[in-house]
């Protein structure tokens, strides 16, 4: 859980508390854990939702710079993988990658899954994770920022370029 | 009608996952897809992520495992090279 909320909010402390106020819910809150669902996934549902309110609370900590700054070299790598007319380069085109039910049933999987996120720079981390994990919509992430909408769209398309290039990297070309 | 190169496709491919593309947008994605292999794996794989995020995030990677004791992949070891490169990818042998 300290793990799950770390990777959201990038602050041990701030993730401790999280954990602690979902822990004291789940407490307080046990008879209502309706068996619908495993524990595991109710704990973590009130983990989650914990974290989105953290984060709604939270001061606006994101500044462009920093976000740009997050991009910097990564623009360059970007181009690199394209040719002038902006066609993949024969080396970096995307592969198929193997079944996804099944390598989502690897736990080879998971831990280049892990590592690829761990990987993302922090700020540019910050909003993927708050799209791609915590489910917000990317105009309450832009709101929540204070980012412009085109900001907000260039920061998710080099996240899940960087993150696809890792992954492909790392699992996506071993069976091959 | 737009004709859209494979970096212009790869924006796209991202901006679909988050808002309504306008329809010329969706046109030309669709005919850059018919003929780009490359691009579509690009798609594909971006659903992925996004499933595999979606299983993450309700707590069941961790907890994972082969039910029949089974690898589907080859158990190689991952190691993050701190020298990577996205120009000269490291090749894993297979």
Known sequence: ?176 | MIMLNCEQVTVLCSDELDRRLPVTDRVALRLHMMMCKGCSNYRAQLGVIRAAMRRYAEGGASTIEDEDGTRPWPTQRFSPDPNYSFAARPALAG
Do not use: Y
């Open chain 1, 1 to 176: 859980m300290l793990r799950f909320a770390q990777l959201q909010l990038r602050d041990p402390h701030a993730a401790e508390d999280v954990v602690q106020e979902a822990i004291e819910a789940a407490l307080v809150n046990a008879e209502s854990f309706a068996h619908r669902s495993s524990l595991k996934t109710w704990v973590f549902a009130i983990l989650k939702n914990k974290i989105v309110d953290h984060i709604r609370h939270r001061e606006r900590v994101v500044t462009i710079s920093s976000l740009i700054e997050d991009g910097g070299d990564w623009d360059q790598k970007l181009d690199e993988l394209f040719v002038e007319g902006g066609f993949w380069k024969r080396e970096s085109r995307p592969a198929t990658w193997p079944d996804p039910e099944a390598s989502m049933a690897s736990t080879q999987f998971w831990a280049v899954f892990e590592i690829c996120l761990d990987r993302l720079p922090e700020q540019t981390s910050r909003v993927f994770m708050m799209r791609e994990f915590l489910g917000f919509e990317s105009d309450e992430i832009c709101d929540t920022l204070g980012l412009s909408t085109s900001n907000c769209h260039v920061i998710l398309h080099r996240a899940r370029m960087r993150l696809r290039q890792c992954l492909e990297t790392g699992w996506g070309r071993l069976g091959e």
